[in-house]
């Protein structure tokens, strides 16, 4: 009877403790879940407690990481114009062989319409947008591709007549 008491005793006095530290565990993750990445854990724990809680700083710390390379290189190709901007985030490389990638198509397809903008303007309209491009890029190819097109085919009209 006395080990059980002692087992209740302990489990009333261990039981307040242990919840605020799982509640703030659950508030940090709660934060992740809605984007906020700014909540941390600051809870002085033990053992396998210790270990979950490092893994959420390190979680945190790696989505922050994320965020921040996404959000520079988005900057740097969407508004500043700097084309063939990368991210280099180590330990995440799936994720960053994708921001990348998606850099790099969008250089190429920038590329590609820049040099037959460039022909339309020296009056070659010899040069088509040849790039493999989808949703809004592919209307933009249409388009100056129809437009370069057109000039040619106003060009030669000119000239026979």
Same mark, same amino acid.
Request: proline share 1%; aromatic share 2%.
């Given at each position: ?7 209740? %005793? !302990? #489990? ?9 530290? @799982?509640?703030?565990? +659950? ?8 984007? *906020?990445? &700014?909540?941390? !854990?600051?809870? $002085?724990? +033990?053992?396998?407690? #210790? ?12 989505? &922050?990481? #994320?965020?921040?390379? @996404?959000?520079? !290189? ?12 990368? =991210?280099?985030i180590p330990n995440v490389q799936v994720l960053t062989d994708? %921001? $990348?990638l998606t850099a790099m198509n969008l250089t190429n397809q920038?590329?590609?319409? @820049? /040099? ?11 040069? +088509?947008?040849?790039? *493999? ?5 592919? /209307?933009?190819?249409?388009? !100056?591709? /129809?437009?370069?097109?057109? #000039? =040619?085919?106003?060009?030669? &009209?000119?000239? =026979?007549?």
């Open positions: 009877m006395a080990t059980t008491h002692l087992k209740v %005793v !302990v #489990l009333d006095r261990w039981s307040p403790m242990f919840g605020s530290k @799982a509640r703030s565990l +659950q508030e940090v993750t709660k934060a992740i879940t809605n984007g *906020d990445l &700014s909540k941390t !854990v600051d809870i $002085n724990v +033990q053992g396998e407690m #210790l270990e979950l809680t490092t893994t959420v700083k390190q979680m945190v710390s790696c989505l &922050s990481t #994320l965020a921040g390379e @996404a959000t520079r !290189v988005s900057l740097k190709v969407g508004t500043e114009g700097k084309i063939g901007s990368q =991210s280099n994708s %921001v $990348n920038v590329h590609s319409i @820049a /040099d037959v903008t460039k022909a339309i303007a020296s009056d070659n309209f010899t040069k +088509q947008i040849t790039i *493999d491009v989808r949703g809004e890029m592919l /209307d933009l190819k249409e388009i !100056v591709n /129809d437009v370069t097109a057109s #000039l =040619s085919i106003r060009r030669r &009209s000119y000239k =026979s007549g």
